[in-house]
Nanobody, 127 residues
Framework: QAQLVESGGGLVQPGGSLTLSCASS????????IAWFRQAPGKERERVSC????????DYVNSVKGRFTISRDNAGNTVSLQMNMLEPDDTGIYYC????????????????????WGPGTQVTVSS
């Protein structure tokens, strides 16, 4: 059964950095668009970033542009989200999601477009 699992969450002070990883079992991430979403307490799940399977192009929500970077490792086994200059509003549970058909562009992608999800990892930005 295809599964995703996130890692790398934790507690960090404002201005700090974290790197999240998304790993798969049962399928290769190379053949899927991979996205990161997050959900803060009492709020809806929101898009963060996406990386495409075919050309490796990326897409970011405006609030994280210039601070977050999504990337694939060369072996195609993990997708990382490097998060710098973290702010308290970045706090939430971060989920990775995968889909074999989707092409992410201009934020025209949503949670309902993705077929596979991980259980999430908590990120808390607080002093």
């Amino acid at each position: 059964q295809a599964q995703l699992v996130e890692s790398g969450g934790g507690l960090v002070q404002p201005g700090g950095s974290l790197t999240l990883s998304c790993a798969s079992s049962g399928f290769s991430l190379d053949y899927h668009a991979i996205a990161w979403f997050r959900q803060a307490p009492g709020k809806e799940r929101e898009r963060v970033s996406c990386i495409n399977r075919s050309d490796g192009t990326t897409d970011y929500v405006n609030s994280v542009k210039g601070r977050f970077t999504i990337s694939r490792d060369n072996a195609g086994n993990t997708v990382s989200l490097q998060m710098n200059m973290l702010e308290p509003d970045d706090t939430g549970i971060y989920y990775c999601a995968a889909d074999a058909e989707l092409y992410c562009s201009e934020l025209q992608w949503r949670a309902g477009d993705f077929r596979s999800w991980g259980p999430g990892t908590q990120v808390t930005v607080s002093s």
